[in-house]
């Protein structure tokens, strides 16, 4: 399993909360890998912060943020910061993508993972993901808008929701 933090770090302080909790999981076995995916700018605010991190085993992979493009929202920007977390994951990794500013406790990630992960496989025909992707809620009246602040499931299946369409700004 891999935690994927993907966005903008607003609260700092919160932030490190945060990455206590998942540091411990690391350490406890329960996820392999921490992956930080977020524009450059985020980082450098950050400071010594990074360096901490990285002693953690806190993988992090800064981008320069679009400047070129102009979109009304922020889907480009957030897909941008997925797919490249995505390139660096491992093609058979189970994935917890999440912001942030967004935290599960410790029981609750791990009851979701291990829930998630002991599901069967997707049988029905036609499919499109080879397993269940776990999301926390779904628009009804727009078909397939999901919550893109946390969600988990296999890599590949989550590289097919990036998708660079801007239609959908």
């Known amino acids: 399993i891999t935690v994927l933090l993907c966005g903008q770090i607003r609260e700092p302080w919160l932030f490190r909360e945060f990455m206590r909790v998942y540091i411990l999981m690391q350490r406890a076995g329960i ?13 450098e605010q950050l400071g010594g912060t990074c360096d901490r991190l ?17 979109v009304s929202g922020n889907y480009f920007h957030q897909t941008c910061q997925l797919y490249s ?8 990794s189970w994935v917890f993508k999440t912001r942030p500013d967004v935290f599960l406790t410790f029981d609750n990630l791990q009851n979701l993972f291990q829930s998630v992960m002991a599901l069967p496989p997707v049988a029905a025909e036609p499919r499109v993901f080879s397993h269940r992707i776990w999301v926390p809620y779904f628009e009804v009246t727009q078909p397939f808008f999901i919550s893109d602040v946390i969600f988990f499931g296999k890599r590949n299946d989550l590289l097919k929701l990036c998708s660079f369409d801007s239609s959908y700004e």
């Open 85 to 92: 977390g995505l390139q660096e994951i491992d093609s058979e």
């Open 31 to 43: 996820i392999d890998r921490i992956v930080l995916s977020t524009w450059k700018v985020e980082l």
């Open 54 to 70: 990285r002693e953690y085993g806190v993988e992090l992979i800064a981008n320069d943020e679009p400047v070129n493009f102009q």
